[in-house]
């Protein structure tokens, strides 16, 4: 019974973990990371937003013939909108928001889009990063942090199969630093 109990612990692992890529930041410039250290604790206030915009694909560095589902290279550039808040005075958000994928090869020489560079401004604290969601769609997260890390806007812009990109995303003051690293 045990060993049974044990082949299920794992199964379960397996199930819930997810997929994701991108490269953890170097210090506190332009990275690509695998999360946001935010948590609730000492939220003063948030901002709901939706995202639009648009991706050009990176024609130098198409998929494999063979490759089906996220394929995020290229350069994705889109706004938001605040639609909710109890923050006084509201966020205002920036006119454009710019991110761009690039690919690399993996350890065997297989190509992988794992390099995400924020273009907007490089010198603000960001984590990139970029996932596949269940029905083949990429999802980006692009997480802002201030200079204090008490302010952090977490975009989450999503590419849909005609390179438009819709999503949502949240803004949050805490009272206490949230970058991550």
Do not use: H
């Amino acid at each position: 019974m045990k060993r049974l109990a044990g082949i299920s612990a794992v199964f379960v692992g397996l199930i819930i973990t997810g997929c994701s890529v991108g490269n953890d930041p170097a210090g506190g410039g332009s990275g690509s990371g695998s999360g946001s250290g935010s948590d609730t604790g000492g939220r003063m206030c948030t901002a709901q937003m939706t995202a639009s915009g648009s991706f050009a694909p990176n024609t130098a560095t198409p998929p494999p013939t063979d490759w089906t589902g996220c394929w995020p290279a290229g350069t994705w550039t889109f706004k938001m909108a605040v639609t909710t808040t109890d923050c006084s005075p509201a966020p205002t958000p920036l006119a454009q928001y710019v991110f761009t994928g690039e690919q690399d090869l993996d350890m065997n020489g297989d190509p992988v889009v794992d390099k995400f560079t924020y273009v907007t401004d490089p010198s603000v604290r960001n984590i990139v990063k970029v996932s596949q969601e269940g029905n083949g769609l990429c999802e980006a997260e692009v997480d802002l942090y201030s200079a204090d890390g008490k302010t952090v806007w977490t975009l989450k812009p999503v590419l849909q199969a005609d390179n438009t990109l819709t999503g949502d995303g949240e803004y949050a003051v805490f009272d206490t630093d949230q970058w991550p690293y």
